[in-house]
């Protein structure tokens, strides 16, 4: 027999359905609350509310497990390349050998950014935030690619989807040339996509950039993880934004602005400004530890906490194992490092955030590993935009595959009730 949830509004009763997922989720369903009883629920922030059904991506925050298309983020981190991991989340299967030789050689042929985009870069002052371009430059691609795809055709999805994949990297690259004054570079087709995306970013002149492996694969990795996070305020963001059945690119442009933020993937470049501050204070880690414990102090122990997670970060344990091994293997010897670790222990052992259950988030130690790489601190985040990209296609294409209606939330209005208007000259 279905389940179904009993809810008393104001003495009379109304039946919900209720709807489990494939790992026991279990969810009101209130699709038909408001047409039966008037009344809709509240849940400002959307702490307890599913916005949709999706196959993508697991997630238990309070176990601390996360999963895309049902494998352990903690195997594909280990054994998959981001490409492999970008397949399996949009298409929902891991590639055999052919299907990712066929993926990327039909995100090669797309690499070649439209020459006339190098223009309206070079609009931007240099002072430009490269999270903020690249917004914009993301939008930008609409007008160079302006038909709109037909989600009733496999072929028309796949060419818009490998587009983005084989051009955002080199708009993300654009954006730290940007801001250095360097001339723009295009995609080397005989390099990986990360590989190609580190030479567009650090290549100096004519002289051909010298990859190193260490870098390569911490950078491979950190996409994975970064790479699908279910419905985050960025991924809800494409979500919605796509629901109006604006295009593609439109919808990740509007991705990455949510993801700008400090609460969410711009926490990464909020960590490292917030160690850089302590070190200049003297490197007291207490000291700032009390002052996120003070209510009255708007400060907060940035790379710390998680809307969902309540228990260690899988990422964070990764990204910290790797961050070390990085660190080792380029010999860097970083203050700003010993004073996270300072940080960490401290939190970890203050009653304030056990009680809380505020752990150190994928955030904290991601802005290690690129500071360790030479990435600048305000590329953290466009980083961060380019390992999510795959997560937001693959949740863009299966809103606009399920025929999910537009997005539109109601809400409890507070303001005054209807009044008489006053002429200027009375009131
Ligand atoms: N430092 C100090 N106190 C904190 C922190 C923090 N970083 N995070 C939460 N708290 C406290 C709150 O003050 C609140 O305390 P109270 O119950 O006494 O009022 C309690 O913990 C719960 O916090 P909320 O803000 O209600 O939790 P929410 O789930 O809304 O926020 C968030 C999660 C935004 C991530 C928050 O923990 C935060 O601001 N962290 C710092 C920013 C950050 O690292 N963001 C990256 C997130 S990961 C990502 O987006 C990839």
Known sequence: MAKVATIEIEGKKYELPIVVGSENETAVDITQLRSQSGA?????????????ESAIT???????????RGYSIEELAEKADFLEVAYLLI??????????????????????????????????????????????????????????VNVDSEEEMYRAIVKILAKFPVLAAWTLRKKKGEDLLNRDTNLGYVESLLRMMFQKGT????????VVDALDKLLILHADH??????????????????????ISAG??????????????????MLEEIKADGGDTTKFINKAKDKDDPFRLMGFGHRV??????????????ADEVLAQLGVDDPILEIAKGLEKVALEDQYFIDRKLYPNVDFYSGIIYRAMGIPTEMFTVMFAVGRLPGWIAQWREMRLRKEPIGRPRQIYIGETQRKFKMIENR
């Not at 809709?40 to 949709?52: R, S």
């Open 91 to 148: 298409f929902g299967e891991l590639p055999n050998k052919s299907q990712l030789d066929n993926f990327y050689t039909d995100i090669l042929d797309q690499s070649i950014v439209n020459e006339d985009m190098k223009t309206v870069i070079k609009g931007f002052p240099e002072s430009a935030h490269p999270m903020g371009v690249l917004s914009s430059l993301t939008s930008a691609l609409t007008a160079f690619n302006p038909k709109s």
């Open 207 to 214: 002289k051909p950039y010298k990859q190193n492996k260490t």
């Open 40 to 52: 809709i629920t509240l849940d400002p922030g959307y702490k307890n509310t599913g916005a949709c």
């Open 309 to 322: 997670y309540k228990n260690f970060d899988p990422r964070a344990k990764i990204i910290k194992k790797a």
């Open 256 to 273: 990455v602005s949510a993801l700008w933020g400090p609460l969410h993937g711009g926490a990464n470049q909020a960590v490292i400004e």
């Open 58 to 68: 697991f997630l238990d925050g309070e176990k601390g497990i996360l999963r895309y």
């Open 230 to 251: 279910e419905q985050n305020c960025s991924t809800s963001t494409v979500r919605i934004v796509g629901s109006s059945h604006a295009g593609l690119f439109a919808s």
